[in-house]
Structures are given as structure tokens and as C-alpha cells.
């Protein structure tokens, strides 16, 4: 059955953070209803959606929530499963709360994947300190609870085993990384299956943080196709149902391998707002409601910055030069909301459009450099 | 002094249909505050900002919403001003009261715009039955409370006197008109402008109602400048910062006429959301921030069906083939979630891109003839 009554139909989103604010915005364009569980008083999500204010691992809540809700989603990845199976009615939830359950274990994932002959750095559990000794140099990654880089530790030598993550985790071989791709996929009940193209992380080489996004990525097409196959190939074998976030490595010997994948929409993803045909966030509210999935045809090149709390500060945050860069032309900039900082804290990002690949890095560069998320009090 | 604590601003709207859920999802992305004064329990932007339940016209509610603002608008032209005056603290209103007082008054408008030369119909003040007959075939206009081609009849022969308008009216010549037009301009305190490419808007040839509209128009580009520079001048003319969509005739003869301007964002502006850099939504939020305008880039054709309510039907909104019309790619589908429909309701609007006017044109059709807003009633 399709669609015909969108003021009748609400979307619940576990999560009240910048995606589900996103994807709220996306359901509001097309009449439909939005609520969010999130325990922040003023969460993102909170200005453009109905919010119960609580905990997404709190049964009660979870229980108003789908009351309220036709179908249910989540924008973040650390829920308790077995709440969530007590709590809700599994046939309700997208991406199946078995999916989250094979994604969030880091270990559980790189398993599954496995069996299904996807291309990985290899990989094994660590069950001792012998374990580590023996695979120096290696990564050592946290099972659960890692996110934007914490919980990963490069060890290169003896010394490094110091700061060894001490919670259940894996060890996996030191890829010689020449690039850092994402690619989103869409995939709904009738197994259509979308994808976007292919997206570089360029970092700092000063330290191991984001610089921005560019797509698509600078590799060359066959590259680019098989990160998109790798990145289809994960998501069906998972026979995943929802928005799907997938990083990849590209090494110095031109493998393409997974990284990780993400059951919900992705930074990644972010410039296809205003840069592709159908953005990833339109797509997720198309999958929830059974609509068709719209075209991931890419307008102009693009890149994404993102807004992160400078060190030193905290409190309410103070975005500097917002004038300067809304001076450029091509430039989106979207600030979350959120009404404390702190260093590093995702805050917001800034998308930036342009024909020309030199123009567009020029113009990433000058905006990335004008930008400050500071705060009213010094740390 | 320029925005940098956007989670501290607010804007207020005094209105909250579908212009305000508009404008208010934008400055939501800005991480911006919103409240909007409207009288229905779910009007549309309630979706997506605070709602204070209540009449444009009631004083209490207006200083309710002073008080949570730091800058007002408004998305409607039928407010009482001696109240707003009294209500708002003037220099906080954009545009300004004595704007929307020159504008909401047709025949004070035209007055005013004659002192700046603007190229008009001729026109007339009706003080007798006499002056109505004396000027037929003319058209004769209420000078407020307008709306839609209400509040408009064309008086060709003796016997249409009896349709004559009874309120306060004025009378024009009858233009033959070649095409409609329309035109976005955007202007801040600085005084600088911003005007989008000219609008045509296209009438099904049984009615009178318009059955699309189409960006760019087509016409030649003196025509289309024409049409620009004298918007432009209308709105400087009015000393006018905000957002204004301007009406124009152009005439069997090619003269390129004034028809009438609108204090605020504009139904043949909704195809700037997806088809240009900065929609007139945003540029709305940059006037009112008092950040820079954006550019008005258009990045590919577009064309916008608005979604009327169906004659035969009241009640709860249903949205046919709404799966199908997103079958197709560049089409974008925007439901403003009102709870009820009747006949001629403006319940929405789909945009639609192409970079080929054919494609373009044939999109347009197929959409127009696929979507229906019927309702659960029938009447």
C-alpha cells in the first residue's frame, strides 16, 4: 500500500541528534508527522519534530514512542537491542533491529561480512596480551562504542601496548591507506537498491582529524564502481532495509576494502542536500513511508566541512565569520542547534557547491579557514 | 553587527501557513529560533516552529510574540496595521508596516507607484456606478482582500454589471494580455538586491486558473530584463527590505507592465528551493539575520504545479499517486500538512527540474495530470 494520507502517518526516530533533525526536515516537506526520543531537553531534532524527552534504552518511552509512530527509525547506533526487541514490534523498525545488533559489535560485523567474501583487512579477535604482542605492528579496534576515530589505536611498536584498548576488541592488519572512501547506499522493502557516488575523506596531515569531504572522490571510474559494488554488495547481504552509511579504504596497492558499516545516514552523505537529485535523508523518509526511491544524480561537485568545537571553549556556542562565508557564493552552512560546545563537538557543517573542481577546493579551503565554532566560556 | 549566536535569535512570523513552514525550516537550518502567530491549531509551520495560537489582530498575542522575537515578519497581506502599529515596536518589522500598509490597499498601491513612473494598466478609482459603466470593457478590482484572482471581474458588457464588485474597487484598462509574469527580488537594510530570472506563469486555456509556472520564462532577455529592472524599481521605490514577489503583464504590444507586489515570499518563488544557489526562503532568513544575500543562480529549468484541493471533496486530505509522480526523477513534492481539504485548497506544490525545456514541459504534464488532492468526503 502506498502513501495517500501523509498527516496521518509519523515517522519515530530513536535519537533526537543532526540526522534525525535532517530527516525530520525532509518528512515535514512532505506532511508527514515526526517524533523523536532523546534525552536533551533542546536536541536538534527537537525544533522541527514532536519530542518525548528520555532515554532510547528506557522501555516506557520506547512504548509512548510507538505508540505514536507508523514506523520507526534511529540516527544513532549505541541502543540497548534487547530493549529494543522487548520494547517494540521488530516489524516496525527500519533497518531491522537485527541488523543494528550485527553492526554495532565492530567484531560481529567484520564476521558477518566475511562470510559473505567481502573484502576486508584481515582481521581476529583479541582473547590476550599475547594476541596484541604477536600482531605488532597492527590497529587495534573496540568491539562496541567507537566513533568518530575514539576507540580505534594504532600499534606500531612494544611500547604502544600502553595505551591498548582494555575492552573486548580486535586487531586488524595496518592497510596502507592512499584514500578514505564513503559511499551511501538506499535500499527498501521491495530490495530496490540506490546508490550515491563515491566520496573522499581528506585529512589533515597535521593530525589524524577530518579535513573535509569532496565528491565525488578523485579515483578513477573502475575504482569508484567497485567501491559502490563492495558498498551494495554489504548492504544486500545484510538484506538491509533503510539509508546505509559504508566507509572504505582504498590502500596503496589500489585494493578497495570495507571499512565499516553504518545503519543510517551518514556525514558522508550530507552534501547530497544540495548536490544530488534526492538527498539521503529524503531517501530514508522514502524507504519508511514505501514510497519509490528518488534518482542519486549528482548536480555539481561538492564539498563537505564540518563544524567542530574549537579547542579551549565551551558553553553556548559562537559561530565566527558565519557572515564571510555566506558571502560566497555556493555555500549551505547548517548549524544543528545545539546549545552547548565543547572541543570537537560536531556542531554543524557546511556544504559547498561548484563546476570546477579547483574552485570548489579553492573555496573549501577559505571557508574552512574563516569558520569557529567557539564557546562564551574558555576552557 | 552580524549574526554568530544563532541558537539565541529568534524570528516571528505573523502567519503560519505554508510560507512560514517554508521560511522556517530554513532558519532552522540555521540552528535559528522560530515563532510563528496563526489561529488554526495546525497550521503548517507549528510543524517546525513554536506556535502561539491566536489572530494576527489580537493585541495580547501580538505582544506574546514580541516579546519571544527578535526580528518579525509576516506571510500574509490582510492584518490590521493600526493594531500592528500599536502592538509591535516598528523598527523590529521587515517589511515594514508602512510597506504592507502601501501594498495591501491594490489602489493605494497603484497611487503610490504612479508618483515612480512605473509602467502600469491605466487605472481608475470606482466612486459611482457611473465610472463602471463608463470604462467598459475594463476590469474592475476590490482594493483589498484580493487574493488569488478573487476579488477581480472583468466587466466587458452592460449586462456583467451585475458580478460588479460592491466594496471599494478601482478599474483598469483591459490589457490584452500575451503572457503573466513574476518576479522575485530580494533586499536587505544595506540596500543591497538580489532579483531572481522572470517567471512565467502559465493558465489552463478552459479557466482561469493558473495550471503551472515555468522558470525561466519564455521571452527574450530585454523582455526579461524589462521585467527585472522594473521590479527592482517597484521595491526600491518602497524603500522595501525583505523578500517581494512582483507581479507583471507583459501585453500583446510587448510592454512589460506592473501588476502588483507582494510584501513577502511568493507562490512563483517556490521553485528557487530546489532550482537556484539561495531559495527566496533563505534569502528571507539572510535579510532578517542581517546576513548577506545569496546568489540567485538558477542551476537548472524548473517548473511548479500547485496542488489544489479538487472540486466534490472536503475532509481529510488524500494524496493520489503520490508514489507515482515520485517515480519520476527531478520532481519534488512539497504537502504542507493542512488537516483539511476543499475545493481549490492550496494543499501543496511539486517543483520540477530539467535541464531540457521538452523533458521539461512533458514532466510537467505528466505530473499535473497524475496528482489529485481529494478528500474523505464528498461534497
Chains 1, 2 share one sequence.
Not at 547506533?77 to 531491522?96: G, M, R, Y
Amino acid at each position: 500500500m502506498s502513501l495517500t494520507k501523509p498527516t496521518d502517518f509519523t515517522i519515530g526516530i530513536l535519537g533526537g541528534g543532526q540526522l534525525a533533525k535532517m530527516t525530520a526536515i525532509e518528512a515535514r516537506k512532505l506532511g508527514l508527522n515526526v517524533v523523536c526520543l532523546d534525552p536533551h531537553e533542546n536536541a536538534p531534532a527537537s525544533m522541527v519534530s514532536y519530542h518525548i524527552v528520555g532515554s532510547v534504552n528506557d522501555k516506557e518511552k520506547l512504548h509512548k514512542l510507538n505508540a505514536l509512530s507508523n514506523v520507526i527509525t534511529y540516527e544513532i547506533e549505541h541502543i540497548n537491542t534487547d530493549i529494543l526487541k522487548e520494547a517494540l514490534p521488530q516489524d516496525k523498525v527500519f533497518p531491522s533491529i537485527q541488523v543494528l545488533e550485527t553492526l554495532q559489535d565492530k567484531y560481529k560485523q567484520r564476521t558477518f561480512f566475511q562470510k559473505f567474501n567481502i573484502p576486508m583487512p584481515k582481521f581476529k579477535e583479541v582473547k590476550s596480551l599475547q594476541d596484541l604482542k604477536d600482531c605488532i605492528p597492527c590497529v587495534q579496534k573496540a568491539k562496541v562504542g567507537g566513533y568518530d576515530g575514539r576507540g580505534v589505536v594504532v600499534l606500531k611498536k612494544e611500547e604502544d601496548l600502553e595505551k591498548a584498548i582494555k575492552e573486548p576488541s580486535y586487531i586488524e592488519e595496518m592497510v596502507e591507506i592512499e584514500k578514505e572512501l564513503a559511499v551511501i547506499v538506499v535500499r527498501n522493502l521491495n530490495k530496490d537498491v540506490k546508490v550515491y557516488p563515491v566520496v573522499e575523506m581528506v585529512f589533515n596531515p597535521d593530525g589524524n582529524l577530518l579535513d573535509y569531504l569532496i565528491s565525488p572522490a578523485d579515483i578513477d571510474e573502475f575504482t569508484s564502481k567497485e567501491a559502490q559494488d563492495i558498498a551494495i554488495t554489504a548492504v544486500e547481504s545484510l538484506n538491509g532495509v533503510g539509508v546505509f552509511g559504508v566507509e572504505l579504504f582504498l590502500d596503496k596497492k589500489g585494493r578497495v576494502l570495507l571499512n565499516e558499516v553504518a545503519p543510517r545516514t551518514h556525514n558522508s552523505g550530507h552534501y547530497t542536500i544540495e548536490a544530488c537529485e534526492t538527498s539521503q535523508f529524503e531517501q530514508l523518509v522514502r524507504v519508511l513511508t514505501n514510497l519509490p526511491l528518488g534518482s542519486t544524480y549528482q548536480y555539481l561537485q561538492a564539498s563537505t566541512v564540518n563544524l567542530l568545537g574549537e579547542f579551549g571553549y565551551k558553553g553556548k556556542p559562537i559561530y565566527e565569520n558565519l557572515d564571510k562565508v555566506l558571502s560566497i557564493d555556493g555555500v549551505y552552512v547548517h548549524i544543528y542547534g545545539k546549545r552547548e560546545t565543547f572541543p570537537l563537538r560536531k556542531m554543524g557543517h557546511i556544504t559547498i557547491l561548484d563546476s570546477n573542481r579547483e574552485r570548489l577546493l579553492e573555496k573549501t579551503v577559505k571557508v574552512k579557514n574563516l569558520i569557529k565554532v567557539k564557546g562564551e566560556v574558555k576552557i
